[in-house]
């Protein structure tokens, strides 16, 4: 699989002026096909920077590549000159939408054909709002747009999501990256961490009020002991040695 633009043999074009762009989107959509095709080529490295956040999916990039640049035609055929925003910001949902249609529609799960045609209708919606108000509309805009329920509106998205791979990446900085199986808990560790809840509530049980609160304050409201000082009202170096103690004594009875 191609992992670089230049792996993919695609000839490179520099990048258009706004006002090269507006020529060439005038003349294009006059018909001029020259003018079509150099705006597709200028703009062959903006689909390939798109096509990567759908790595993983089983595509090859060369396919995801192609329909990603249908995408790109119908934004220079359906960009309206008046909007008065650049032409990258009409053209990357509609890029990204066209290779979403495609992969669902390929998708190995069937959704009804109802569905399939609400969820369109709710994404047209979402992609004219988003030109007409400038910005992401909000689901009840969408949903008061169609005459349907927020969670109608929901239903229809999130039976028209793609399944995402276990291996897929959540996040990743300069370390290791973490994936979506290392989120998932399965049923014994789920189990396990029950008991440990139960364990551990028994045992706070066992201590004295005013150690039991300094741990709760401390552990799980999250203050300091400058805080709990002030709310228990003793001083700072007695709440320090009250939580030594405290923790001692849960360590001794966890392990008994």
Do not use: W
């Not at 509609?94 to 054909?113: T, W, Y």
């Not at 990446?169 to 989120?183: A, E, H, K, R, S």
């Amino acid at each position: 699989m191609a992992s670089r633009l230049s792996e993919m043999n695609l000839p490179r074009f520099p990048l258009l002026t706004d006002e090269e762009m507006q020529s060439l989107l005038e003349r294009a959509q006059a018909g001029d096909t020259a003018a079509r095709e150099r705006i597709v080529n200028c703009n062959l490295r903006l689909v390939f920077n798109l096509i990567q956040r759908f790595n993983n999916r089983g595509y090859e990039t060369e396919d995801l590549f192609q329909i990603g640049t249908i995408g790109l035609i119908k934004a220079i055929d359906k960009f309206d000159l008046s909007f008065g925003v650049k032409f990258s910001t009409y053209a990357v949902p509609m890029i990204i939408g066209e290779i979403r249609r495609f992969l669902r529609d390929d998708s190995p799960i069937k959704v009804s054909r109802s569905l399939k045609e609400q969820g369109g209708k709710i994404r047209q919606t979402q992609e004219r709002l988003q030109r007409e108000l400038k910005r992401e509309p909000k689901l009840s805009e969408v949903a008061a747009e169609l005459g349907m329920e927020v969670d109608e509106v929901v239903a229809a998205l999130e039976a028209n999501q793609l399944p995402t791979s276990i291996h897929e990446t959540l996040y990743q900085d300069d370390g290791d990256p973490i994936y979506v199986i290392d989120q998932l808990v399965d049923d014994k560790q789920a189990e396990n961490r029950f008991f440990e809840h139960l364990a551990l509530k028994e045992v706070l049980d066992k201590l004295p009020e005013r150690e039991k609160k300094i741990l709760l304050m401390r552990f799980f409201n999250d203050k300091t002991q400058m805080e709990v000082a002030g709310e228990v009202g003793i001083s700072q170096v007695q709440v320090s040695r009250l939580e030594r103690s405290a923790l001692k004594k849960v360590r001794e009875l966890m392990e008994s």
